[in-house]
C-alpha cells in the first residue's frame, strides 16, 4: 500500500474557499498600494547567498532557507573540512544560492542593479512568498506571502507619515477595527544605548529588547546579561520597562532620558513629527501609539520603525510591520539612498478577519448557475446559453454527464451553487429555461433575457 503523500511543515495547501479569501485580502491591499502611487515589482524566489547572509543579523541568518548547488555539490570539499562537520564552514561550499528570507533585502538588490533605469524617488510594491526555517506555530510558518510596500531616494518624513495613513486605510477597507499601530525609533534606541554606556551592544540589546512580548521583562534581562550588559545598565533601562500613558508622557519620559544623547534626541524628534501631524490628519480605524521597547530585530532599520498589532481581542502575533532604512542598499555599493517600507502579514490578516467573521459574504468561489445535463442536444441548448451568461461576467457551469438529475442536483447543492437551471426537450421547444432557486426550491420558467436579469 501507497504511503500517504503530505506536505512539509510549516506549509499549506489552500482550498478554493481559502484562496479566493486570500485573493480579496490581497486585492484590497493593491488597491490601496496604487492609489498610493505605488508601482509593483517581482524578484527571483531564490538569490544568491551573498545577497542574503549578514543582512538580517545571527538569528534571521540561521532561518535562511539554502539550497544546494547542482550535481555533485560534495565534489569541491575536500576531506579535511568535510571530516571537521563543521556547517559553518561546510556551506557556502555546497550551496550559492538561498530562497528569500523577505522582499527588503531583494528590493535594495533590485535598486542597485537597475539604477540607471528608476526615476526617483521610487515608490514600489511587491507582494510574493518568503520562505524562513522557523519553528511552525499559530500564525508563523516556514512559507508565508509578503505584502511590501517601499520608498527609496528620500528622506523626507511625511513618507513615514503616508505609510501611517496607508496601513489605516487597507484596515478600514477590511472593516478591521481595533489594530494599533506601534511607533518607535531607531535613534532612539541607540540613544539608550549610548546614555547606559553600552554603544558597543546595540545590537544585542535591541534583538533582547524585541522579546519583550514574548519573554516578558525577566526573559529580555536574563538574555542581557548572557549578553554582556552590565547590571548597572539594564538597571537603566527600568524606566523604559514600565513606561505608560499617552504618546506624549512617553515622548516626555524619552526627552529626558536621552537629553545627554544628540543621536536619540534625533529619534524623538521625528517621533513626535509623525504623532503630532497625525494627529491633525486623523486616522480612520487604527491607532498610532508610541512603544519605547519596540526594536524590531532586524539589523538594516536605522530610523522609525512600525508594528501593527491585531485587535486584543485576537491571540495573534504582528500582522504588519516596517521602518526606515538609510543604508540598505549601500551593502550593495549604492551609498545616500534613504528607503522606508511596511509589509502587511497577509497570512495573520487572513486569520484575523476569518476569526473575527469580516470577510464579506459575497467573497465567494461558487459558481452561480449550474444547468443540468440531459443528454447530447441539451447540453448544446443549454451551452449557447452559457457562453452568453460568461460574457456578461456571471458564473456558469454545465454539468458534464448526463447523469441521474439526483446526483446533479447533490453536487449543485455540496457546492452551495445557488442557482440550478434544466433545459430539456420542453424548454428547447419554447425556447426558454427553467430557473430552481436551490434553497428554496422555488422555479420559473424564464425566457434567457428573464434569466440573465435574475442571474445579474
Known sequence: MAQKPSIPKGTRDFSPAEVVKR????NTIKSCFTTYGFQPIETPSFENSDTLMGKYGDEGDRLIFKILNSGDFLRKVDDTLYSEKDSGKLT??????????????????YVVQHQNDIDFPFKRYQIQPVWRADRPQKGRFREFFQCDADVVGSKSLWQELEFVQL????????????????????????GIAEVIGESNKLIDFTVALDKLDKIGEDGVKKEMREKGISEDAIEKLQPLFQVSGTASEKLALLKELLSASEI??????EL???IQTITELELQTATLEVDVTLARGLNYYTGAIFEVAAPSSVKMGSIGGGGRYDDLTGI???????GVGISFGLDRIYLVLEELDLFPETVSANTKVLFINFGEDEARYAMKAISKLRKEGITAELYPDAAKMG???????????PFTVLAGGNEMETETYTLKHMKSGEQDAVSFTELRAKLL
Not at 550593495?332 to 534613504?338: D, I, P, Y
Not at 447533490?410 to 457546492?415: E, I, S, T
Open 167 to 190: 496601513y489605516d486605510t487597507v484596515f478600514n477597507k477590511l472593516s478591521l477595527e481595533g489594530v494599533t499601530i506601534k511607533m518607535n525609533n531607531r535613534k532612539v534606541l541607540s
Open 332 to 338: 550593495f555599493g549604492l551609498k545616500n539612498m534613504s
Open 92 to 109: 557556502p561550499k555546497i550551496s550559492e544560492k538561498a530562497l528569500r528570507y523577505d522582499l527588503t533585502v531583494p528590493f535594495a538588490r
Open 264 to 269: 536619540g534626541m534625533q529619534g524623538v524628534n
Open 407 to 417: 446526483k446533479q442536483m447533490g453536487y449543485a447543492d455540496k457546492r452551495n451553487i
Open 272 to 274: 513626535e513629527f509623525i
Open 23 to 26: 485573493n480579496y485580502i490581497m
